[in-house]
């Protein structure tokens, strides 16, 4: 069965102490790899598209890797406003490029 | 701005009564989406349109009814026999569906509460 698996389920973080979510995918295939931001009560804001492994994309505090199992979205001394649910999702290449999402991390980041 | 607009953002409904969930877009998207999300879950597919007068079930379909009349719309009906439509509901479109290298970009959301 296809999967998609994000942990942790909740990160709590002082400001300016980084670290890394995590998104493990189990999938018959991989057209795409899609990382989102999302604030509470708020539709989900794109971040970064992930296509093969190896490939690394970057934004402000934020940089999101991918292998053939997993993907990273790291985060280099976060600051309050960085706090929201961060979601991965993947898009498979068959059964009509079916996009699977994953629960999100929680990221709480206290000033 | 170009972007994706969805009303009501607060929808209440009594029992047995049938709702509709508008989503409107200017970013010139062939490709349309319903998800439904849950505390605690992934968001799941509803319904999705490839084009104009076109659309296909979703994983979670049953309970609810789309119409994709013009490119910029595409409406989400909530009706009687969806035993628990108690959540927040999100809007999608994208420029193709399947395309080579497609993104989804996400409305506002609604929320709808069974009272």
């Known amino acids: 069965e296809d999967q998609v698996t994000q942990s942790p389920e909740a990160l709590r973080l002082q400001e300016g102490e980084s670290s890394s979510l995590n998104c493990s995918y189990t999938v018959s295939g991989l057209r795409g790899l899609f990382w989102y931001r999302q604030d509470p009560g708020k539709g989900p804001e794109f971040l970064f598209t992930?296509?093969?492994a190896g490939e690394e994309k970057e934004k402000e505090r934020l940089k999101a890797t991918l292998t053939k199992k997993e993907s990273f979205l790291h985060i280099t001394a976060p600051k309050p406003e960085d706090s929201a649910t961060y979601l991965c999702?993947?898009?498979?290449?068959?059964?009509?490029?079916?996009?699977?999402f994953g629960a999100g991390t929680r990221l709480f980041v206290k000033a | 701005d170009g972007g994706i607009t969805q009303s009501p953002k607060y929808l209440f409904r009594k029992e047995g009564q049938n709702v509709t969930l508008s989503c409107e877009q200017n970013?010139?998207?062939?490709?349309m989406y319903w998800y439904r999300q849950d505390p605690g879950q992934g968001l799941r597919l509803i319904y999705y349109?490839?084009?104009?007068?076109?659309?296909q079930k979703g994983d979670i379909a049953e309970g609810y009814s789309v119409s994709r009349e013009k490119k910029e719309s595409f409406p989400l009906t909530v009706t009687s026999a969806q035993k628990n439509p108690t959540a927040f509901y999100l809007c999608?479109?994208?420029?193709?569906?399947?395309?080579?290298?497609?993104?989804?970009?996400f409305g506002p959301g609604t929320r709808l509460t069974v009272l």
């Open positions: 999702a993947v898009q498979l290449p068959t059964g009509g490029f079916k996009t699977i």
């Open positions: 999608a479109s994208s420029i193709a569906f399947g395309g080579a290298r497609d993104t989804q970009y």
């Open positions: 349109s490839q084009i104009v007068n076109d659309f």
């Open positions: 970013l010139n998207h062939d490709a």
């Open positions: 992930l296509y093969s």
